[in-house]
């Protein structure tokens, strides 16, 4: 019987199914890595991912060298043992071996005659393919808006050597992570001034990414225009919405008669108006914007308080391990079919074991948001629905942490651990000081 050829790589890519592209940010970071290049780096869709491992395993053939001492790095041809690094980590020894006609015939007669010590090769896992970063390696970070964006800054405090990749909506942010796109996200959670961003709040109940961090950054807002652009000149200006109401004092100072106008983010504001030519429109955005898109800065440091600090968590697929030999914070999220009625019940689990809370957010219950009571004297009462987010200073190694859990899930008919992870203890100072 006449063998039937395997089909072709372009066969198999014409025809399999693919997943939408990505929306991003008009200017985009490709992935690339020094030590394995991915075709289609940016899109991947879990068929392009599992074609990229095939890839990878082709690459990290390591050769027998019975000559060789151990250690040397090199083959007898001078060739390097392994690909240098995946995220930041030196790949193993797979013990794969190249299939040709000449390879079948060795190791049948090696088979034979029981020659072969070589220990069996074992199926490449995602371990290898893509362990969790070490510290100090580029990895790729995807943040929400456009290069300038204070969560590009974020990111880089976060992971200095990283790969920041823009994202046009905080939801694609979290799809990249999922989609192996990005190796972590790093979005905003609250600001001092602002309050919570909700958006995010409900985007970490609706995803299945972990909390492995967190940073603080304050945030130092300046007024940018094009050059030979006066302030008299202006007659609007555009930002993101907390961006001009951490601003709106300040600006009323300036004597800036102008209409204020929200988009989507600071930096994408100062893009807007450089590409755009507007010379009648002013954003707020930071400095390095400025420098990015060509711009004037026209006014420094006009937030209304100067203790103006976002801080912004770091997502990714696996949790971290958590340790007790550093501080700590854990995240949750709760409900209950009954109400806000066990919320002091949930609380006194904490106090009783002093744990201090750090932070309590309520969000409606998007499934339930309206609870019905009947009650024969004043008929049927409507109440809303809530989840509730804490935050408490405890790892989850802890004991008091463990049990104190224990209790919640007692009196929640819904518990999730959103993270547990080390807290931000770099030393604060007022935003003027970036």
């Known amino acids: 019987m006449q063998a039937i050829a395997p089909p072709s790589q372009s066969f198999i890519r014409a025809t399999r ?17 020094d030590s394995v290049n991915f075709p289609n780096g940016v899109g991947l869709s879990r068929a392009d991912w599992q074609s990229s491992c095939a890839i990878l395993t082709s ?23 392994h690909i240098a690094a995946v995220n930041g980590h030196k790949t193993i020894d797979l013990n794969l071996v190249p299939i040709t006609d000449k390879n079948k015939t060795d190791l049948a007669a090696a088979d034979i005659n029981n020659n072969n010590n070589r220990p069996p090769a074992r199926p490449l896992t995602i371990t290898d393919l893509s362990p969790a970063p070490m510290h100090g390696s580029q990895i790729r970070v995807a943040y929400q808006g456009v290069p300038g964006a204070y969560s590009e800054a974020a990111a880089g405090k976060a992971y200095p050597n990283c790969e920041a990749i823009p994202c046009d909506q905080f939801e694609v942010a979290f799809q990249a992570v999922e989609l192996w796109i990005a190796d972590r996200a790093v979005l905003p959670i609250e600001n001092s001034l602002g309050g919570s961003i909700h958006r995010n709040y409900d985007l970490l109940l609706r995803h299945r990414l972990h909390i492995v961090g967190e940073v603080q950054l304050p945030v130092h807002h300046c007024l940018l225009a094009l050059p030979g652009v006066r302030k008299e000149y202006l ?15 300040t600006l009323t100072k300036l004597g800036l008669n102008v209409a204020r106008e929200a988009v989507d983010d600071t930096a994408g504001a100062a893009e807007f108006v450089a590409a755009n030519n507007l010379r009648d429109t002013a954003a707020i955005a930071s400095a390095r914007a400025a420098g990015l898109y060509g711009m004037n ?26 340790r007790t030999d550093r501080p700590f914070k854990t995240s949750i999220v709760f409900a209950h079919e009954k109400g806000t009625s066990v919320l002091f019940k949930v609380l006194s689990a904490f106090a009783f074991r002093n744990i201090s809370l750090t932070k309590i957010e309520s969000r409606p219950h998007r499934n339930r948001p309206i609870r019905l009571v009947d009650d024969a004297n004043v008929g049927t009462a409507k109440h809303f629905e809530y989840m509730f987010y804490v935050d408490f200073e405890a790892s989850m190694a802890d004991v008091r942490a463990q049990n104190a859990l224990a209790e919640v899930q ?6 999730r651990v959103l993270g547990s992870y080390p807290m931000d203890m770099t030393p604060w100072c007022p935003s003027g000081g970036d």
């Open 17 to 33: 199914p693919r997943l939408a592209p990505f929306r991003v940010a008009s200017i985009q970071c490709v992935y690339r890595s």
């Open 59 to 81: 690459k990290v053939v390591s050769k027998e060298q019975p000559t060789e001492k151990p250690g040397s790095g090199t083959g007898s041809d001078g060739s390097a043992d």
């Open 235 to 249: 007659t609007r200006v555009i930002s993101h919405p907390q961006a001009l109401a951490q601003c709106e004092l």
């Open 297 to 322: 800065i026209l006014a420094d440091g006009i937030q209304d308080d100067s203790s103006n600090v976002t801080r912004f968590v770091m997502l990714a697929r696996e949790p971290i391990i958590p």
């Open 410 to 415: 007692e009196f929640t008919t819904f518990l």
